[in-house]
Every structure is written in structure tokens, then in C-alpha cells.
């Protein structure tokens, strides 16, 4: 049982690369998000699958997208890398039916750091 | 707009010593908050949620709605407790969840 797992662990683009980080979870959880973790301004939200089929933006979107593949697989892409971009990725998964476990808490992969120069 | 505050970027505290980590939060229906740690090297992981009321590796937290305020306690500070500490909130409905800037305890043995 491995949890989410993401990958790769390391990148290193130049800008205007495009890149697409994979999250993947065996949980059978619901709903599903990517985060990037900055100094100073701690986790902040990209974009979230609350169900298979569904995504939605959050607070810094802007330069990125997403894919829901399927109940386990939600990925992030990035289409023309800026240094703005740097930063560690953190992909997630919740149970999340809003019946049965209503904010319920987030399992963490163990994150993605890209560098963009 | 729910909002999640940490003022502290960085706690010192030496083994032993009480240790308050503070999390105040902005949100205007009734709030479920929770704690996660990023041990050095380890993922982010979850270490208490207030509906449950428990107390994990020593450390508690109080809601107080009327200071709106989650602040994460432990009496005694071990060294194993040196982390990233996040307090985070759900909006509900969609599970969104915004977290504050994140405190870094670090006890000095």
C-alpha cells in the first residue's frame, strides 16, 4: 500500500519547457489536489479533483492545468515553464464523499521539487 | 474569504520548555480545523483534527470561536517534535483546503 505516489522526485527545466508531473493514489480516495509549497507562503492550492470527472481551480492556477485521468491518477502540467515556477509540488488525496467523510484529511505524496531556469 | 494565520515563522524552544504554536483562522460558517507535520525529509502528514479531541504525541488543540483561533499545545518539548507545523482549513462541500504559512518549531536540546 503505497499511498500517493508522485513522480519524478527531481526536475530541472528551462523556460518555455513543458513538463507533466504524475500523482497516482491506491487508497481508492475520491478526491484528489495539487499544492506547491513555497518559503514564507506556505501550501498553496492549484488545482483539485473533488470527484472522477471534475476539476476545479484554486488559489494560483495560472500557468498550469490538470488532468483527472481516472479515480487514481490526477496529473499537472505545465506548459511553458517560468522561473516563477520553481517551487516543490505536493499532491494529495482525501476520502471526500461529503456523506460519509466530510473533511476528511489530506495523505500527502512525498513531493515533486522543479527548478526552472 | 477564509484565511488561515500563522504569525510565527520560526519557534525556538528549549527541551522541556511548553510549546504554543499559534494558528488563527478567518471563516464564517463553523470551521472543522486541522494540523499537519513535515518532519525533515518526510512527507506532510496529518497530526490532529479538533473533532476528535485527542491528543497525539503529547501535543492538544483547543477550538476557541470566539478568539477563532486552533492553537496547536505540548507541555513538555522533545527534540523529535523539530518540524514544519501547518494549520490548515477546510471551506467544506468541495474538501478546499487553504492552509496558513506554516511555523517551524525548533528545540534546542
Known amino acids: 500500500n503505497a499511498g500517493v505516489t508522485q513522480t519524478p522526485k527531481f526536475q530541472v527545466l528551462k523556460t518555455g519547457q513543458s513538463m507533466t508531473l504524475q500523482c497516482a493514489q491506491d487508497?481508492?480516495?475520491?478526491?484528489m489536489y495539487w499544492y506547491r509549497q513555497d518559503p514564507g507562503m506556505g501550501l498553496r492550492l492549484i488545482y483539485y479533483?473533488?470527484?472522477?470527472?471534475?476539476?476545479d481551480k484554486g488559489e494560483v492556477p495560472n500557468g498550469y492545468n490538470v488532468s483527472r485521468l481516472n479515480k487514481r491518477e490526477f496529473s499537472l502540467r505545465l506548459e511553458s515553464a517560468a522561473p516563477s515556477q520553481t517551487s516543490v509540488y505536493f499532491c494529495?488525496?482525501?476520502?471526500?464523499?461529503?456523506?460519509?467523510?466530510?473533511?476528511?484529511?489530506?495523505?500527502f505524496g512525498n513531493g515533486t521539487r522543479l527548478t526552472v531556469t | 474569504a477564509q484565511r488561515v494565520t500563522q504569525p510565527e515563522k520560526l519557534l525556538s524552544v528549549f527541551k522541556g520548555a511548553p510549546v504554543e504554536l499559534k494558528c488563527n483562522y478567518s471563516?464564517?460558517?463553523?470551521?472543522?480545523l486541522f494540523w499537519y507535520v513535515q518532519y525533515s525529509r518526510q512527507r506532510l502528514q496529518l497530526l490532529l483534527r479538533?473533532?476528535s479531541r485527542e491528543s497525539i504525541k503529547g501535543f492538544t488543540a483547543d477550538l476557541n470561536k470566539g478568539e477563532t483561533s486552533f492553537h496547536l499545545k505540548k507541555p513538555f518539548a522533545q527534540e523529535e517534535d523539530s518540524a514544519m507545523y501547518y494549520c490548515?482549513?477546510?471551506?467544506?462541500?468541495?474538501?478546499?483546503?487553504?492552509f496558513g504559512t506554516g511555523t517551524k518549531l525548533q528545540v534546542i536540546p
Open positions: 487508497m481508492n480516495h475520491n478526491s
Open positions: 490548515a482549513l477546510p471551506s467544506g462541500g468541495y474538501q478546499k483546503v487553504t
Open positions: 479533483s473533488a470527484s472522477e470527472g471534475t476539476t
Open positions: 494529495a488525496s482525501s476520502e471526500g464523499d461529503r456523506a460519509l467523510h466530510y473533511n476528511s484529511p489530506l495523505h
Open positions: 479538533h473533532i
Open positions: 471563516y464564517s460558517g463553523s470551521p472543522e
